[in-house]
Structure formats: C-alpha cells, structure tokens
C-alpha cells in the first residue's frame, strides 16, 4: 500500500469554511448568538492570557494590573454569555444597548493596560503590538460615539469576516484537493504500468517468441512483395 502523500487537510478546510459561513448568517439573524459568540471570545481571549502574563511579567505591580484585566475580561464575558443563552438580550432592551458598552469597555481597557505598562513600567513591546492597541483604544473610544451599534451591526461585520473568510478557506482547500486528485491519478498510471509489466513476466517465455514471431512475420512479407515490385 503507498504512503498518502497528500492528506484531507482539504475536506477540514471546506468542513470549517461551511462552519463559518453557518455562524456568520446565524449571527445575523439571531441576536442571542452575537451576544454568545462574542462573549465566548472575549472570555477566552482573557482566560488564556493569564498563565503566559503572570510568568513572564517582572513586576508584581504589572502582574496585578494584568490580572485585574483579566477578571473584568472575564466578567464581561461571562455576562454576555448568559445573556445571549438565556434570551435575555430580546426580553430586556438594555442589554442591546450596554453591548456596545461592554465591548468598548474591553477595547479601551486593553488599551490603556498596555500603554501603562509601557510607559510608566518600562515593559518592552514591538511595532505591531503597538499599532494594535493604538487601534482597540481608537475602537472602544468609536463604539463609546457610535450611539447606532449593536449587536445586529456586529452580526453584519461577523457576516462579511465569516464569507471572507469561507472563501478563502474553500479556495485553498480546492487546490489542496485539486493535488490530491493528481496525485490519486498518479497513483492508478503507476499501478496499470505495473501490472502490465507483472503480466509479460508471468508469461511463458515460449508464448513470448511466438507472439514476437507473429509481430515480425508480417513485416517480413511486406519487404518481400515490396522488392518484387520494385525489380
């Protein structure tokens, strides 16, 4: 049996790709999904920073700056997952107007944490990192202007990242099956060639020399008749 040279990394790719573009249209008409999701989001995004953040930061001030972050962050998340599991976002028409709240709290505090901590800390950063606070401070202070946001808006914006991003996600998985048919072409050739091969050495060298007899004799009587006419 040959060893696959190419995997299914396609299929997953087309799988997750229909997967988000699901989520992205239920996000538009369900307002209690936004608010799940996006609460999912920002309790993992917390969750998941605390070990690297506490390890490697220097300073207890620091690490208890950060750590204060990430039980807001964790908060936040955690009430906008209930909200959106338990409907509460269409029975109680504040919970659509505290979700721009929320979110602009998240980015502006992300923000803020970070410049702290360059600045009067002397923590060390890189380019991009700066840029991308720059940008959730730019963000929270939009969303804190941005009077018409809510989770239908963020619906639309999921939308069009979940339809991007489908189609990248089926675009390359369609080269990567693309390969794999090719290979899987390969593969018969290969087998058909060999097989052909494997019949000639099976046959007995007696039928061989007769089939070659064959071959041969016709071409003979053509030479044959074509020097009698020619004289």
């Known amino acids: 049996m040959t060893q696959a040279k190419y995997g299914y990394g396609w299929l997953i790719k087309w799988i997750v790709a229909a997967i988000l573009l699901g989520v992205g249209i239920l996000m538009v ?8 999701i996006t609460g999912i989001v920002i309790a993992i ?26 039980l807001i962050g964790v908060v ?16 109680e028409p504040i919970w659509s107007n505290l979700f721009r709240w929320f979110l602009a709290f998240f980015f ?13 800390f ?10 991308f606070h720059i940008l ?23 939308l069009f990242i979940s339809i991007a991003s489908a189609a990248y996600l089926g675009y ?16 018969n050739t290969k087998k058909e060639k060999e097989a052909k091969i494997k019949v000639d050495k099976e046959l007995p060298k007696e039928e061989q020399e007769i089939e070659k007899d064959i071959i041969k004799e016709p071409i003979k009587e053509e030479e044959k008749q074509d020097e009698t006419y020619i004289s």
């Open 76 to 91: 936040i998340g955690g009430v906008m997952i209930y909200v959106g599991v338990t409907g509460k976002v269409n029975e």
């Open 136 to 158: 959730a401070i730019t963000i929270g202070a939009m969303l804190i202007m941005w009077e018409e946001f809510n989770e239908a808006t963020l619906g639309l914006l999921f």
């Open 172 to 187: 390359d998985g369609y080269g990567g099956y693309s390969k794999y048919r090719k290979f899987s072409k390969s593969l």
């Open 108 to 120: 502006y505090m992300r923000g803020v944490v970070f410049f702290v901590s360059t600045t009067f």
């Open 45 to 70: 995004f917390s969750l998941f920073r605390v070990y690297p953040l506490l390890k490697t930061l220097n300073k207890e001030v620091l690490r208890t700056i950060n750590l204060i972050e990430i």
């Open 122 to 131: 002397e923590e060390k950063t890189e380019v991009p990192k700066f840029v």
């Open 29 to 36: 008409v369900s307002s209690e999904v936004v608010y799940t």
